[in-house]
């Protein structure tokens, strides 16, 4: 940076810089005038304690778990209904503010750094769950809302919410990023979930993308604009409410461990479980170095090989049939017995083991930070996708236990980097691009369930091609024709 800087200024003449230091100066006092009217305005909308410029509340809200530097807005505002989100999105829209919506900063591509700086709206004072139909399997929740929150809050019902990426996210925030998890290969993901969302637009409009209270199971009304909003990314409205699917909790539900001779074996008995129409409820992917990983950080003892881990929902009769049916198939892959847990505690133990997986890679490596990888392929390309990759991490010595919703065709390499050594950092990005660029080649996806944000951008562009890029910036300019939601996320600055 500093050579960069000593070379501009002898190619610039002085007179110039002098000039471009007197429109910086000017322009910073214009930003620091706006701001201390605005921040009037929004305390008289939201009340004094609910508006912050502090240095720490700041950087708070300019990071998520993602490797990803700090990037903090000007101010935090801490709204406690829609109205108020509306009535601060306006503010921010005559002034020409960036606006970046906060859930609970539990993303993994840098989704709510304020890179443009501007206003971050923490979402967490909207927490009421506010319409429950049981004999609808139905809720509607406002963003501050956490996955284990509703599940709690349903728990005598009967019902509750599946999806689960792991983190106690909000669900908002989820929908906004497309979330899904170890379930989805069962109840589907966040796209699948959704009914209705309430989002307050970047001039201030609240539109409701369903129409105002509905909630039918299916609908062929118009254009899916509930769809549209759901993996945005805050990048096209704030979502302040959802209308979420439920489900029935299963009369039964049992896991099980089962070790494999191979990563091949491992994930053809995964193909050949889901072809032979096994309803499975999870069915999660561990390599040998995530399993000894896991091992060490949640104090088990399975054997250090390719595992499985498998849960069964439905009747006892139904999860029965389930259980034979996999197990014959694994058993015709040279698969281990299964290691069962039954009980509601060993059951919570295993899959805590299995969300810690993050944790468990970093301290791998105490003091370095963690990157997770997030392609997709169509489950055909699968065996052939994680062997090339294992063996990519392999040759290059990298440290990148691989773990994945195998079920799905998703999987993710928990890159553990030192961040204090750029040529590491380097060698990693170029891994995560080779891998980005082998799941687009069999026809997947770079990305399966955390989302663009800053970092696949260029990627994106390769997936989908210059028409629906452009298409993308096309409805970007409609609803957000001054680029204020959350700007510099998924689309990368149009080529002029």
Partial sequence: MLFSLTRSRRLVPHWRLVLQCRN?????????????????????????????????????????????????????VFPRCVEEVSGLAKICHKHHLPIIPFGTGTGLEGGVGAVKGGVSFSLRSM?????????????????GVTRKALNAYL??????????????????????TSASGTNAVRYGTMRENVLNLEVVLADGTIIHTAGKGRRPRKTSAGYNLTNLFVGSEGTLGIITKTTLRLFGIPEAMVSAVCSFPSIQAAVDSTVQILQSGVPIARIEF?????????????????????TLFLEFHGSERSVEEQVNTTGDIIQSNGGADFQWAQDTETRNRLWKARHDAWYAAQALRPGCKAYATDVC?????????????KKDLIENKLTGPIAGHVGDGNFHCLMVVDPNNPEEQHH???FSERLARRALAMDGTCTGEHGVGLGKRALLCEEMGPMAIQLM???????????????GKVLLPRQL
């Avoid at 055909?380 to 996708?385: M, V």
């Avoid at 910036?473 to 700007?487: E, F, I, V």
Wanted: aromatic residues 4%.
């Fill in 127 to 143: 927490d009421q769950i506010l319409d429950l139909h049981e004999e609808d399997f139905d809720v509607t929740v406002e963003p």
């Fill in 24 to 76: 910086i100066k000017s322009e910073n006092t214009a930003r620091a005038a706006v701001l201390d009217s605005t921040i009037s305005a929004f305390r008289s909308i939201c009340g004094e304690d609910n508006v912050s410029v502090g240095e720490a509340v700041r950087e708070q809200h300019g990071k998520d778990e993602s490797v990803h530097r700090c990037c903090p807005p000007d101010v935090v």
């Fill in 473 to 487: 910036h096309c409805l970007k300019d409609t609803l957000d024709p001054n680029n204020l939601m959350n700007p």
């Fill in 377 to 389: 392929v169509p489950l055909s390309q699968l065996p052939q996708i994680i062997v090339e990759t």
């Fill in 286 to 306: 561990l390599d040998d170095v995530m399993i000894d990983a896991c091992n060490r950080f949640s104090r088990l003892s399975y054997p250090v090989t390719p």
């Fill in 155 to 176: 728990r005598d019902t009967g019902l509750w919410f599946p999806v689960d990426p792991g983190a106690d996210a909000s669900l908002c925030g989820m929908a906004a």
């Fill in 428 to 430: 990693v990005h170029l």
